[in-house]
């Protein structure tokens, strides 16, 4: 579920920008943290890094019993995440004001679509995916430093998104939750 949510937005704002521009090809290229340095010389564009990934506690009781055959069983209710994602540019003097023009494009594909549904995406229902949201993460200067100094890359012009509440379980059962027991005396 993670993986087909990066790849929807990764699709999905390289197709926006696309069409805002005369850029051909993909603008916004997925970063690997370690690799940071070495591929912003190569990479030109938007990169696209995952910083983090949080669990958020839904409910105060994480279980519920299932029916199983005869009788019941306790399963997990499926876990949330929220997905940290942080857009960057070059911070190259030759292709600065390309780069920020291009992280402008992302800010309006995002104040555009901050919400994703089988009615505005319908691959989500293919994939087993409800819903998430996306909003952008405000920061202080002394927050966005903190920042890329965890990341070991120097600092560039940039924009973290929080995407939220994407629900992992077992949903290979299509299990119902039960929400009483009735007595098995007949």
């Not at 938007?46 to 019993?65: A, F, G, H, W």
């Not at 929080?162 to 379980?169: A, N, P, Q, T």
Request: aromatic content about 10%.
């Amino acid at each position: 579920m993670l993986h087909h949510c990066t790849s929807i937005i990764l699709s999905e704002a390289n197709q926006y920008i696309q069409s805002k521009t005369n850029v051909k090809g993909p603008v916004i290229s997925l970063a690997i943290l370690a690799n940071s340095q070495i591929e912003s010389k190569s990479l030109k564009g938007i990169m696209m890094r995952l910083v983090d990934i949080t669990s958020v506690e839904l409910c105060s009781n994480p279980t519920q019993y299932v029916p199983q055959g005869d009788g019941f069983i306790l399963r997990k209710t499926p876990e949330a995440f929220n997905l940290y994602f942080l857009f960057s540019v070059d911070y190259k003097p030759s292709e600065l004001l390309k780069n920020l023009e291009l992280l402008a494009y992302i800010a309006a594909f995002f104040q555009n679509k901050s919400h994703f549904d089988s009615c505005n995406t319908p691959i989500l229902q293919e994939i087993g995916v409800e819903s998430f949201s996306v909003e952008l993460v405000k920061m202080t200067a002394s927050e966005k430093a903190m920042l890329w100094e965890s990341l070991h890359a120097p600092y560039s012009p940039s924009l973290l998104y929080k995407v939220g509440l994407i629900f992992i379980g077992d949903t290979t059962m299509g299990l119902k939750v039960v929400s009483t027991f009735s007595s098995r005396e007949r």
